[in-house]
Nanobody, 128 residues
Framework: QVQLVESGGGLVQAGGSLRLSCAAS????????MGWFRQPPGKEREFVAA????????VYADSVKGRFTISRDNRKNTVYLQMNSLNAEDTAVYFC?????????????????????WGQGTQVTVSS
């Protein structure tokens, strides 16, 4: 089992930045691929970014490329999502997810059904 707790959400003006954190406990964190997803109001949960166990392999959704950065610190059992140049379309509940595997096949990395553990989510609201 892996327990995930997100933090760092809040209200920010358009153009601003936030840094989300996801603290993991339980199963060895360094063996898990990690992902961030988000669910805008009234919409499906969508992929944002993913990172493999070592931090070498990273994938982003097209909508956040160049603005968001995912990273991890295996010593602290934490994965981060730095979000810059935020706009109203980024408003959503952001979820951290973990996969039992160290690597997720590229063809599946954006599929939320591939992930085994989920946090409770943190709200990000961007005011325009």
């Amino acid at each position: 089992q892996v327990q995930l707790v997100e933090s760092g959400g809040g209200l920010v003006q358009a153009g601003g930045s936030l840094r989300l954190s996801c603290a993991a406990s339980g199963r060895t964190f360094s063996n898990c691929a990690m992902g961030w997803f988000r669910q805008p109001p009234g919409k499906e949960r969508e992929f944002v970014a993913a990172i493999n166990w070592s931090g070498v392999s990273i994938v982003y959704a097209d909508s956040v490329k160049g603005r968001f950065t995912i990273s991890r610190d295996n010593r602290k059992n934490t994965v981060y999502l730095q979000m810059n140049s935020l706009n109203a379309e980024d408003t959503a509940v952001y979820f951290c997810a973990a996969d039992r595997r160290a690597e997720i096949p590229a063809v599946h990395v954006m599929d939320r059904d591939e992930y085994d553990y989920w946090g409770q989510g943190t709200q990000v609201t961007v005011s325009s």
